[in-house]
Nanobody, 124 residues
Framework: QVQLVESGGGLVQAGGSLRLSCAAS????????MAWFRQAPGKEREFVAVIDWSGSIKDYADSVKGRFTISRDNGKNTVYLQMNSLKPEDTAVYYC?????????????????WGQGTQVTVSS
């Protein structure tokens, strides 16, 4: 089992920045692909970004490409999401997810473990 705990959410004005963190504990010796998803009120959960176990392969949703950056520190068992130029439409609960594969894509069904989520609110 792997436990994921997100942090770093909050309230920010449009154009601002936040950095989310996701700390993994438990069976962290395995090589996991990690991703961020988000869910806005009344909407389905959507893919945001993914990073493979080595940190060399990354993919982003078109809506965040060029503004968000995913990274990981395997020594700290932590994955990050740097969010710049935030927009009100980025408002959502952001979830960290881990997959027992070297690389998993954009499908939430590919992920085995999920955090509880952290709220990000962007005011206009």
């Amino acid at each position: 089992q792997v436990q994921l705990v997100e942090s770093g959410g909050g309230l920010v004005q449009a154009g601002g920045s936040l950095r989310l963190s996701c700390a993994a504990s438990g069976r962290t010796r395995s090589r996991y692909s990690m991703a961020w998803f988000r869910q806005a009120p009344g909407k389905e959960r959507e893919f945001v970004a993914v990073i493979d176990w080595s940190g060399s392969i990354k993919d982003y949703a078109d809506s965040v490409k060029g503004r968000f950056t995913i990274s990981r520190d395997n020594g700290k068992n932590t994955v990050y999401l740097q969010m710049n130029s935030l927009k009100p439409e980025d408002t959502a609960v952001y979830y960290c997810a881990a997959s027992q594969s070297l690389y998993s894509g954009r499908d939430a069904k590919s992920y085995d473990y999920w955090g509880q989520g952290t709220q990000v609110t962007v005011s206009s």
